[in-house]
T-cell receptor, first 118, second 112 residues
């Protein structure tokens, strides 16, 4: 079946602009995660959705970052007033359950969106 | 908070050599432990996992054993191939936590 998809695959923007990154999880997966991966580092957690609600947004670096998942499927990560330090690969993952007590279920990752802020 | 420390790379081996990539962790409770692999130009893929102490995860000839006494989850393979060249990430998920915590990755290059 189809895996996690992310669009766009690449996004180049100018400092100060607004960007939206989209994630389409595997059908039926209730949990959705956003991570950010800077060059030479491992993915860093941003936010996690269980259904439509953000169960944990402790990784969002500041109030310029916001994410939504209005219908419990597709999610959009929104970055306002982008800065050069926001340049990274943004990864989305989904898992079947993800709820408390189900931390063993497999997270499936998308190919990522490479964001470059000039 | 939770953290994962991986052996620094890069690691370069000849084909058929033995591979060990060290991984240690800090976490409260009893986390699940994972190894992910990222092949050139591809996304992150789960390689193997272990969900409780003394469990051994295995896949594609790779193995890792969950050692709670040493808080380690070292990745091993007895005979590497050129096709194993990739970046390997160790990760954990704590109890009651959806998110994963990753190490910084170890780049493996296998030469023929």
């Amino acid at each position: 079946g189809a895996g996690v998809s992310q669009t766009p695959s690449n996004k180049v923007t100018e400092k100060g602009k607004y960007v939206e990154l989209r994630c389409d999880p595997i059908s039926g997966h209730t949990a959705l995660y956003w991570y950010r991966q800077s060059l030479g580092q491992g993915p860093e957690f941003l936010i996690y959705f269980q259904g439509t609600g953000a169960a944990d947004d402790s990784g969002l670096p500041n109030d310029r970052f916001f994410a939504v998942r209005p219908e419990g499927s597709v999610s959009t990560l929104k970055i306002q007033r982008t800065e050069r330090g926001d340049s990274a690969v943004y990864l989305c993952a989904s898992s079947l359950k993800g709820a408390s007590g189900s931390y063993t279920d497999t997270q499936y990752f998308g190919p990522g969106t490479r964001l470059t802020v000039l | 908070g939770n953290s994962v420390t991986q052996m620094e790379g890069p690691v370069t081996l000849s084909e058929e050599a033995f591979l060990t990539i060290n991984c240690t962790y800090t976490a409260t409770g009893y986390p699940s432990l994972f190894w992910y692999v990222q092949y050139p130009g591809e996304g992150l893929q789960l390689l193997l996992k272990a969900t409780k102490a003394d469990d051994k995860g295995s896949n594609k000839g790779f193995e890792a054993t969950y050692r709670k006494e040493t808080t380690s989850f070292h990745l091993e393979k007895g005979s590497v191939q050129v096709s194993d060249s990739a970046v390997y990430f160790c990760a954990l998920r704590g109890t009651n936590a959806g998110k994963s915590t990753f190490g910084d990755g170890t780049t493996l290059t296998v030469k023929p």
